[in-house]
């Protein structure tokens, strides 16, 4: 049901599904919170969708993973909370834990460029250079051309 749907309505699909499962579906919330479920592996595809475990999640990792990422608890955390009415609306969210199936988000460096910019409004100084190294280029081709068309009359 939830990898049917179109992406862009999953995330209203998950929110409803955990509204069910807090409010009167017990068979749901055994699901969701089953440790098998949970914590599968590549090695049992049947319990994926599609026995794809590389590209999708079982429901109750998603359902952890939707949890962990808009409220920062696990899913048992939150149905637990949610049934006795102490959830708290928002929870900061730390990304320095480890949630398990939810990926670290990492710095992702500036790469080193190892020629010069282009054309850069910020580096005028590199523009002119840029500028002067192209007419120089130009210059030796336009002699190339003379001489190699020198070359081809006197031939």
Not at 19 to 41: E, K, M, Q, V, W
Not at 86 to 101: C, I, N, P, T
Not at 104 to 115: E, V
């Amino acid at each position: 049901m939830l990898y049917t749907a179109p992406v862009t309505e999953r995330l209203g699909i998950m929110k409803a599904m955990l509204d069910a499962a807090t409010d009167h579906d017990s068979g749901l919330r055994r699901i969701l919170t089953d440790p098998p479920f949970l914590r599968a592996s590549p090695e049992t595809p049947h319990l994926f969708h599609r026995r794809a475990p590389g590209t999708y999640k079982t429901i109750s990792q998603a359902a952890n993973a939707y949890t962990q990422k808009f409220h920062g608890i696990s899913i048992q955390t939150y149905l637990k909370d949610a049934r006795s009415e102490a959830l708290k609306e928002y929870y900061e969210v730390s990304r320095k834990v480890d949630f398990g199936a939810v990926p670290m988000l990492t710095k992702i460096r500036k790469p080193k460029c190892w020629h010069r910019p282009l054309s850069d409004n910020k580096n005028a100084e590199a523009s002119a250079q840029l500028a002067s190294d192209m007419e120089r280029v130009q210059r030796a081709v336009d002699d190339a051309q003379v001489r190699a068309e020198g070359l081809l009359e006197a031939a």
